[in-house]
């Protein structure tokens, strides 16, 4: 689910840990602060408003957190999950999107590569397809074995 390049943030990803109060130890879901790639970013609304410090982020899940997102049903695609990013802990790279006023932004797509290509002579053509014809062949004994061993291809 690739849409375009991908922009490095802090987000909190959802784990498994121990959190503690009044003295008192317990074990559930936390959310643990991880750099990683992120796809697609949410604005938040409440109230009909949209908040301005916070984003949900389609981020790319480490190996390590993958087992237990699956297991409470946040995996998307088998490596994403939504989670939070903070414009506190990624002010340079969330600025413009909260600056923009836009609820959702997906990664732009990345530059289309630049397509070279060659004009080639007639002498250059002809050298071309006589080496294609001496490969071509070259390998069409062992091809030919090798489709006839594995039952493809019958005398």
Known sequence: MVVGDSIRLTVRMPTIGSFGSRGRTSYGTVEESIETMALEMRRIEH?????GDSCKVLAYAPERY???LKEIGRLVDGEYVWCFAYLSQNRKSL???FASGDAVWPVPPPAPEKIVT???TRAQFDALAAACEVLAERLAAPLREILECSGVVSE
Request: glycine fraction near 8%; charge should be positive; avoid cysteine.
């Open 47 to 51: 109230r009909g408003v949209l908040t």
């Open 66 to 68: 993958r087992r237990y």
């Open 95 to 97: 600025a413009p999107f």
């Open 118 to 120: 060659h004009t080639l």
